[in-house]
């Protein structure tokens, strides 16, 4: 894999603590890091800091100045970055990049590159949603290379409760390694992406059912891969942990238990949907036995009469239009891409993902996933073991290729 570089812009706000995880995390997995630093984020982080983390010497408004670079620094650095990642982005430099000044290292080195840039803003309640805050916000993203990473709500350094925290270290993680796979294009603007997601549950009685482990880690992955992409997403999603769910906050959650539920909501949604992905682990039977309240221990029956699930994936093919596109999942066992191409063609889906769980690092609950993308045509792409997010963005390519 070639080099990847980030370039960070660190700006005058509190939150500007939080980058130093960022800036680790990227430079652990080895993706070249370096930062700049304006004069009023030294006041919060030291240039040191920045320096030991990213394992380069950061850049204030000092060295710009500086006569022994063989060339200008903002123009060096503006041409080495395959990403700007400005964070925390303070209203003052958001005005400046609204209107093209550039009165320091930073802003000028925004207007010395092209390289797609993340902006994550981070300011009290009052100044984000001041109207001229809210109108430079709007007109800087009407440009196509920049991206937000919107901030959330919740208790501010001022003690303010309401919006203007920055986002957390790990959404803006997921969103920069995202925009290091995409180059910042938006491919999926203007359609719709429903997926199905997490392990559904089976009730016999309030507190026991028949289930599967999966956590919903893969399904979150492609609903976030769609959304860096431009995607309107829907997730229809079984018991998911909340923390998973949390960066979510522009996707439409469907919370659903089971089969029944997940069934229902997909066919709900399906109409307006381009694509479909069901990466749900979809349970195969249920119990005939319903109990209204928890059966004592001593009532338990000593075997279930199982009953079988509707196929949802195989029900969704028959009411697909022609121009919706129909992905589904295969996890098995052994030889998994004989048993995926069988339920690939069975079931007349357009695309499907075989995905061994009895590997190392694969299938339910791991942070890390391999597969083999295949086709109705026959197309087929092996994936060795990477993270979820990187087979969901390797998905989206497969399927638009």
């Known amino acids: 894999m070639p080099s990847q570089r980030v370039l960070f812009g660190i700006t005058g706000g509190i939150a500007a603590y939080k980058v130093c995880n960022v800036v680790s995390a990227l430079a652990k997995e080895g993706i070249e890091v370096r930062v700049i630093l304006t004069d009023s984020a030294q006041a919060f982080v030291s240039p040191l800091t920045f320096a030991t983390l990213s394992r380069h010497p950061a850049y204030v408004d000092r060295t710009f100045w500086d006569a022994s670079n063989d060339r200008p620094l903002h123009i060096e650095l503006g041409e080495w970055a395959d990403l700007f990642v400005i964070a925390p982005l303070t209203a ?118 028949i289930g599967n482990p999966s956590t919903g880690k893969m399904g979150v992955a492609i609903a976030q891969a769609a959304l860096h992409r431009g995607a309107q997403v829907t997730l229809v999603h079984a018991p998911i942990n909340s923390h998973l769910l949390a960066p979510l906050r522009n996707v439409r959650l469907v919370p659903v238990m089971s089969s029944a539920e997940m069934q229902q909501a997909m066919k709900d949604h399906l109409s307006v949907a381009d694509y479909i992905v069901m990466s749900a682990a979809v349970g195969d039977v249920r119990s005939d036995l319903y109990s ?87 197309r087929q792409l092996t994936l060795p073991t990477c993270s979820k997010l990187e087979l969901a963005h390797q998905l989206f390519d497969f399927l638009q290729a």
């Open 92 to 209: 003052n430099t958001l005005a400046k990049l609204t209107y093209g000044l550039a009165d320091n290292l930073l802003t000028n080195t925004v207007l010395a590159s092209i390289c797609p840039v993340l902006l994550a803003p981070a300011m009290n309640t009052d100044m984000w949603e001041q109207r001229s805050t809210q109108r430079n916000w709007r007109e800087l993203l009407i440009d196509p290379r920049y991206h937000s990473a919107d901030p959330s709500a919740g208790i501010l350094a001022c003690d303010r409760v309401g919006t203007g925290r920055m986002a957390e270290p790990e959404e803006l993680l997921v969103q920069i390694r995202s925009l290091l796979h995409t180059k910042g294009k938006r491919d999926l603007a203007g359609k719709r992406v429903l997926i199905s997601a997490g392990g559904t549950r089976e009730h016999f009685d309030p507190v026991r059912f």
């Open 292 to 378: 209204d309240t928890k059966l004592p221990k001593n009532q338990l029956p000593t075997s279930l009469d199982l009953v079988s699930i509707p196929d949802i994936v195989a029900e969704l093919s028959t009411l697909k239009k022609p121009h919706q596109t129909l992905v589904g999942f295969a996890a098995q066992t052994g030889d998994y891409v004989t048993p995926a191409i069988d339920k690939l063609k069975r079931k007349n889906l357009d695309a499907i993902v075989a995905n061994p769980v009895d590997q190392p690092n694969s299938g339910f609950g791991s942070d890390t996933n391999q597969a083999v993308l295949i086709d109705r045509s026959g």
